[in-house]
Structure formats: structure tokens, C-alpha cells
């Protein structure tokens, strides 16, 4: 038996295995490598998406928010009006009356009989037709509004503001679920933004 030969062939094999396994390695971190950098790239584009997605959501409640506040200072103008009036009346034409020295008390009387007048049908012709005889009472608590606290009552809270938007605001069930926005706080207003922007429960 030769036996440097055969070490030779033992060596041999032994360097040819060594080889295969660093190839191997090498293949394995290669696609390792690749593998790691592509998800890396996907998830810095769901990163982005995601940033994206909140500040898309952050402009729309912004936006909602600045509508409802507009919305709420209509409503209590028109509030304002109601219960006074007077404040309607036709300066202009008080000014006119005062500068033409027309200060008969007759005048001015029916002068502010006609600018309330005025006032109550731009309101009548702004409402839903009332059905006759009707007796409108606005409740007699301030404007309901619901934060999501586990302390508050929705059942009560939908109650009441559906009370006080047909008494105050002439709203029909359309117009309430349209504005519901306005009477909405804290974490339930953010809750009624996500599901506005993402039309799905958040």
C-alpha cells in the first residue's frame, strides 16, 4: 500500500469538500444579503406609506374641524338672530331717516317692524317647512356633547343631541348624521376622523 499517495488523495478530497462548503457560504450569504436589503427597502416604503397615511389623516380632521367650528358659529349666529331680532335692522336706512331729519317715532317703528320681519322670513325661508301648529321647546340644557369617556352614556348622548338638533337646528336625521362632527370631542372626535378618512372602523 502507498501510503503518501494515499494521503494525497485524503488531502485532496479534503481540500475539494473545504472549497464546495466555502462556496456554499458564500452563495448562502449572498442571498442572505440580498434578501435582508430587499426587506429592508420594503419596509422603509411601508414607513413612508404609513407617515404619509397620518399626515393625509391629520389635513382631513384639521379640515373637518375648521367646518364643524364654522359650521357651530352659523349656528349660533342664527341662534343670536332668533332670540334677538332687532339686531337685524336696516341701519342703512335708520341712518338715512336720522340724516334727513325724519325722526318721527312712526317712522322709525315701522322701519324696525319691517327690518324684523325681514329677518324672521330670511330664517323661515333658511328652515325645513314646520308642520302647522307645531310647539318648538329647545331643551333646557346647554349643547350635548360626547367625548368617548367610559363614563358617558352614547345611547344618552344620541338622545339628546338629536333633541336638541331638530329643536335648535331644524335638522332632519340626514343633516344630523351629516354635522354630528360638531357635537363630538377628545377621542371620539379623533375616532370619527379615522373613520371618515378610512371609511372603516379604526
Given at each position: 500500500m502507498d501510503v503518501p499517495n494515499e494521503m494525497m488523495n485524503v488531502q485532496e478530497k479534503m481540500i475539494n469538500q473545504i472549497e464546495t462548503i466555502q462556496k456554499r457560504?458564500?452563495?448562502?450569504?449572498?442571498?442572505?444579503?440580498?434578501?435582508?436589503?430587499?426587506?429592508?427597502?420594503?419596509?422603509e416604503q411601508l414607513t413612508?406609506?404609513?407617515?404619509?397615511?397620518?399626515?393625509?389623516?391629520?389635513?382631513?380632521?384639521?379640515a373637518l374641524e375648521r367646518r364643524a367650528l364654522r359650521k357651530n358659529d352659523q349656528n349660533q349666529l342664527m341662534e343670536e338672530n332668533v332670540s334677538t331680532p332687532h339686531t337685524q335692522l336696516n341701519s342703512s336706512t335708520i341712518n338715512e331717516s336720522f340724516d334727513n331729519g325724519q325722526s318721527d317715532h312712526h317712522n322709525i317703528t315701522e322701519q324696525r317692524q319691517q327690518a324684523e320681519n325681514n329677518a324672521r322670513q330670511?330664517?323661515?325661508?333658511?328652515?325645513?317647512?314646520?308642520t302647522a301648529?307645531?310647539?318648538i321647546i329647545p331643551p333646557s340644557s346647554s349643547i350635548p356633547t360626547f367625548s368617548g369617556s367610559t363614563l358617558e352614556s352614547p345611547r344618552q348622548?344620541?338622545?339628546?343631541?338629536?333633541e336638541y338638533a331638530e329643536t335648535i337646528n331644524y335638522w332632519n336625521d340626514q343633516l344630523l348624521l351629516?354635522?354630528?362632527?360638531?357635537?363630538?370631542?377628545?377621542?371620539a372626535l379623533e375616532?370619527?376622523?379615522?373613520?371618515?378618512?378610512?371609511n372603516r372602523r379604526p
Open positions: 457560504t458564500e452563495e448562502l450569504q449572498a442571498t442572505t444579503t440580498s434578501k435582508l436589503e430587499e426587506k429592508q427597502q420594503q419596509w413612508n406609506n404609513i407617515r404619509d397615511m397620518r399626515t393625509e389623516m391629520k389635513k382631513n380632521c384639521e330670511m330664517l323661515l325661508n333658511e328652515r325645513p317647512a314646520q301648529h307645531t310647539i348622548f344620541l338622545i339628546r343631541v338629536k351629516n354635522g354630528i362632527s360638531q357635537f363630538l370631542r377628545g377621542t375616532w370619527y376622523c379615522q373613520l371618515r378618512v378610512s
